[in-house]
C-alpha cells in the first residue's frame, strides 16, 4: 500500500492550495481517509475525513468553512482544496487511510492503517 501526498508549497496567508494524494495497492473506494497535519514542535492533528463513498465528511473545527475534502474513488485519489490560508495553517500534512467501524474512528491518528509521507504547507504572514 502507497499513499504520497503532494501540492504543498510556499503560500501567503489568504491564498488557496489543493493538496492530493495518490492511493495504491489497496482497494480505495472500501477506505476512509483522511489528513492530518504536525506543525512543529506539536503533535499531528486531525484535518478532515470522509467515508469511502465520500458522502460522510468530518472537519475540524479551526478549518471549517476554509478546507474541503474530496476523493475520486475512480481515480484513487483524495483532496484537500484549502482557501483563506492563515499562518497558523502552516505544517506537514499527511493522508491516511483506514477502515473505520465506528464514527468516533474518522477523527482518531492512531485508527489509521496507513499513511503518506506527507507534503509541507508553508503560509507567510
Known amino acids: 500500500v502507497q499513499l504520497q501526498a503532494f501540492g504543498g508549497g510556499l503560500v501567503q496567508a489568504g491564498d488557496s492550495l489543493r493538496l492530493s494524494c495518490a492511493a495504491s495497492g489497496l482497494t480505495f473506494s472500501t477506505y476512509a481517509v483522511g489528513w492530518f497535519r504536525q506543525a512543529p514542535g506539536k503533535e499531528r492533528a486531525f484535518v478532515a475525513s470522509?467515508?469511502?463513498?465520500?458522502?460522510?465528511?468530518y472537519t475540524e473545527d479551526s478549518v471549517k468553512g476554509r478546507f474541503t475534502i474530496f476523493r475520486d474513488n475512480a481515480k484513487n485519489m483524495l483532496y484537500l482544496q484549502m482557501s483563506s490560508l492563515k499562518p497558523e495553517d502552516t505544517a506537514v500534512y499527511y493522508c491516511?487511510?483506514?477502515?473505520?467501524?465506528?464514527?468516533?474512528?474518522?477523527?482518531?491518528?492512531?485508527?489509521?492503517?496507513?499513511w503518506g509521507r506527507g507534503t509541507l504547507v508553508t503560509v507567510s504572514s
Open positions: 491516511a487511510a483506514g477502515q473505520h467501524s465506528r464514527a468516533s474512528d474518522y477523527v482518531v491518528a492512531g485508527r489509521y492503517n496507513y
Open positions: 470522509t467515508s469511502p463513498n465520500g458522502s460522510i465528511k
